[in-house]
């Protein structure tokens, strides 16, 4: 896990994310108590559960924007799910410990490519001498053994006999290999035939809780097959390198180090958690809302799911839920789901001083994210001071007349306002242009004034 202090955690996530203080400072608290419980005995480990966090605020302003910069700055493993996905235990749909095995599915992929390339180096010389023997007969054989199409190509390099000969003219055949002389070449190369039957199995579990796993059951019992393909050399070594990174990697050990991992370091985000709340209270056969509430409390609690690598304990699983909570409250939450979260931040609407620092400020700015876009054309494009502010107030005055979404509202409004200069760009003969506050202005008088407009358009 990344051992960051939390003052450097915050100063990352404000190169991405404007304002927000408070919640990125729970995050970041949050985050270096996971690798504070790494450091202390081992026997008060076990006691020392993490404080789940639940971030409110409207669309637009951040929540998931911090969670996907979490993933990138910490090495624990990271899954984001939405809660609507879910459905109460009983119906079709994807159930709630689905979650868990997402993360560690991802994990194992994760350490997994991690292991292949720390073998790559190994794995390249293997495939290399594979090479060799496909594009040289084998020395005590050549003359009463049929060679391959390709080896016969290379006879020419081999002497008549003697061992040493024969290990000369590898040499060389590696020398002409490594130097991309054999490039052109084509070998025959066979590999395996991945197509599988297709069996439809409809449940309402996941197919990890059936105790069978399939892919495994059918591949025991339909041989493996394999085809035989014409590939340039090049190709060829790649397929063999990643074959042989695979034999390489001890599987058992990814699983054993990947369930680790989750057990002791994983975080889940868990967003639109407010759209499992019922409205007003209501209750009744609603099995996406209060259902999957009573589902989640033991996932999040701490219990044991059973996944095709094995049981995984959820107990140090931090959870950080988000929700906009519009129509409802935190407080419709079921209780006991409410004290399972024991720290609330309240994320703050934005307003226009805060769109001029998101259009400009963060290193994927959206003002940057066009101009970029612009010089692939050679057009070169200036954004005037008072041009970004224009743009910043219309955002907000929209965002007050119809629904408040946040900074995707700048989404929106740039794409109506550039929209010519995009269309027309590989065709302008003028390949700087300014954009002040009168173009701004004139671009979006109609459509702002218009309130029917702006509802459908911005």
């Known amino acids: 896990m990344s051992n960051l202090k939390p003052k450097e955690i915050v100063k990352e996530l404000d190169k991405y994310i404007i304002g927000q203080n408070k ?3 729970s995050v970041a608290i949050a985050l270096r108590n996971r690798w504070r419980r790494q450091q202390v005995p081992e026997d ?24 996907r910069r979490l ?9 984001k799910i939405e809660a609507s996905k879910f459905t109460e235990v009983g119906y079709v749909g994807r159930d709630v410990e689905s979650m868990v095995r997402d993360l560690l599915e991802l994990t194992v992929n994760k350490l997994k490519a991690r292991e292949q390339e720390a073998v790559k180096e190994k794995a390249w010389q293997i495939a290399e001498e594979r090479m060799l023997d496909l594009l040289l007969p084998k020395s005590e054989k050549h003359q009463t053994q049929k060679s391959d199409a390709t080896a016969e190509t290379h006879l020419e390099l081999l002497s008549s006999s003697g061992g040493d000969e024969s290990s000369s003219t590898r040499e060389k055949l590696r020398s002409m290999l490594r130097n991309g002389k054999l490039d052109n070449r084509y070998v025959d190369l ?15 579990v996941g197919m990890e809780e059936m105790g069978i796993n399939f892919k495994d059951m059918l591949g025991g019992l339909i041989p493996k097959s394999t085809k035989r393909r014409k590939v340039k050399v090049p190709e060829a070594m790649e397929t063999m390198a990643a074959e042989e990174a695979q034999n390489l ?19 889940i985000f868990l967003d639109e958690i407010d759209k499992i709340v019922g409205k007003n209270g209501t209750k009744g056969p609603d099995v996406s809302g209060e259902g999957v509430q009573r589902d989640l409390l033991p996932i999040v609690e701490g219990s044991t799911v059973t996944t095709k690598y094995g049981p995984v304990k959820s107990d140090n699983i931090l959870f950080i839920a988000a929700g906009a909570f519009h129509t409802v409250k935190p ?41 970029a876009l612009l010089k692939t054309e050679d057009v070169e494009m200036v954004f005037e001071n008072d041009a970004v502010e ?69």
Request: hydrophobic content about 40%; charged content about 30%.
């Open 390 to 458: 224009g743009i910043a107030k219309i955002a907000e005055e929209v965002n007050n007349m119809t629904e408040n979404i946040g900074a995707r509202r700048l989404h929106t409004i740039m794409e109506c306002l550039l929209e010519d200069i995009l269309f027309d760009a590989p065709d302008l003969h003028e390949k700087r242009i300014v954009i002040d506050r009168l173009y701004v202005e004139n671009k979006l008088k109609d459509i702002k004034d218009d309130e029917d407009l702006s509802r459908y358009i911005l």
């Open 331 to 371: 407080s419709d939450l079921i209780p006991e789901l409410q004290g399972r979260f024991p720290i609330r931040v309240e994320l703050d609407s934005l307003g226009w001083k805060e769109f001029v620092r998101i259009l400009t400020e963060p290193k994927n700015a959206l003002l940057l994210q066009y101009l």
């Open 249 to 267: 990697v001890d599987l058992d050990k990814v699983v054993k180090q990947a369930i680790e991992k989750v057990e002791q370091s994983g975080i």
């Open 23 to 25: 919640a990125k400072r």
């Open 190 to 204: 066979e590999v395996s035939d991945r197509a599988m039957p297709v069996v439809e199995i409809f449940s309402n």
């Open 44 to 67: 008060l480990r076990d006691e020392i559960a993490p404080k789940n966090i639940i971030l409110i605020g409207p669309t637009g302003v951040g929540k998931t924007e911090i969670a």
């Open 71 to 79: 993933s990138n700055l910490t090495d624990s493993p990271f899954n």
